[in-house]
């Protein structure tokens, strides 16, 4: 079996499971667990948007959640003033992608080193926290949406089928569409990973100077990524702000761009698979730490496990010292092995394609 | 006479109180073959990247068929066609040979077209059996020819060649002699080498840098027979 069948079964293997998934999940579990697993789907889109900025454009951008929490509160505002939801979703994309057009234009066409990238960007989603959260007062409204400030915006009405204001989402619903908007998300970065833009942003990772000295101009082509991510980052900020009907600053803070940085690393950078199953096992774990509270005992075991964060970066430490390149590739190149030897030398280690993943 | 394809004007680079190229004028007509030469430090890959947009000149200019292209992108400057093979092979490490070709011949062509093309630059550079193979794990020669293939499947007008024959054995040597010979029957090249074996196989007109100025510029039997050339630079080789 060669390189491309080999992908060509895993693209069939993610249809099927995720197809499964969602037809089935809904029928096996109870709604509680179903409404654990949709948010679940909504930040693996999130984990997605970051997949492609910085495994695939090698952007590294450390506030992600600025576009995130953008797009939740530009749908929460547009909601409340609008009352028919296509219209608020269609902003809650349009808004983080002209945000990230915009900074990226800055950034890239003012040839901003790599480091300092990381530095801005992660300025940028700290002043936004800072900002919305200092809003708290009544004097802060956008039309007839309360900013609310650390308190959030409570009560967010949820979608609706396009143009009738009467057919609100429910709760499976969403589940629904948190899949197969995340699956819709894969298989579309896929196609565009596999087109001509995709090889050349990936050939532009690989050697920005080479790109250039062939006529590419790798500003435009690091603009373009960057707001796609932008725009799909907006896109699960508008399905977040639905799931919990609630947005609050802290999803433009520090903890939180953080997060997403961890999945792509936990699960591999330069796949589109690797951050989803490091969103979704990372988060899963944040939800199994957190039942495991202590009783007010004495368990110094349990207070440790108890404590998410002290998890998270031993989890964290542990990758980038021992799994550098991320649960997945590295499944990947022990499974290639494995056939390598099970083939007597026959086969060579192909190369990873630029489509792959 | 015709109108030079590549010309600099009194061109200048200083880095900080370094000059490290100093009032160059250069001329290159339809077509040529030119050898550059010089010590280490005497400015030849500055001078190259002036010419490709890598750096911006501090004084001067650079025409390329009369247009004045010293404040141009780098990227414009290879549309425009003039391609580069850097010192030190500057290629997608990351990515198979395939691919490699792939990403130079998508910039002119499309679809089969580009399949063709790459398929023909492979056998040109004898990598049709190392297409599938990541460019990091080949050899420092092989990595050459990969990045001398991306040169030429964007088609440019002009190619620079920055130490072709470099780190090459023998008889990889020979054959970058051949194939610069053939590049030359349909363009223009300006090379920059140490190995003067490798130059009189290549080269009619050398010109010689020293301390980021021209020295001197003469066909290559008289530049091996001029003393001031030995004494900055071949004194060495031309002892041996």
Redesign the interface.
Known sequence: MNARSLNLVGLGLVGVVGVAFLVLVPRVVELDVVLELTVYMIMAILALSLALVWGYGGILCFGQSAFFGLGAYTYAIAMFNIGESTVPLLLAVIVPAAFAALLGYFMFYGRISDVYLGVITLTVTLILFNSINSTAGPEFHIGSARLGGFNGIPGIPPLNFPGNKAAPIDLEGMFYLATAALLATYFGLRLLLASRFGRIIVGIRENERRAELLGYDPRAYKLATFTIGGALAGFAGCLFANWGNFVSPTIFGLAQSAQIIIWVIVGGRGTLIGPIVGCIGIQWLTTALGANQPSGGSDLWAKIFANAPLIFGIILIAFVLLVPKGLVPTLGDIGQSLLASRGKGAKRLQPKRAEEG | MAAPLLQTQDLSMHFGGVRAVRHVNFSLAEGELRCLIGPNGAGKSTFFKML?G?LEPTHGQVLFRGKDISHA???DI??LGI??K?QVP???????VR?NI???A??LHAGDKTRRVVDEMLTRVGLTEAA???VGQLAHGQRQWVELG?VLA?DPELILLDEPAAGMTHEEVNKTAELVREINRTKALIVVEHDMQFIRMIAKQVTVFNQGSVLVEDTVDNIMRNPQVRDVYLGKQAAA
Not at chain 2, 90 to 96: A, H, K, N, R, T
């Open positions: 490709t890598q992108h780098a990227h290879a549309r391609g580069i850097t500057s290629v997608f490490d990351g990515l198979s691919e792939w990403l130079a998508n910039r599938d193979r990541l991306l964007t």
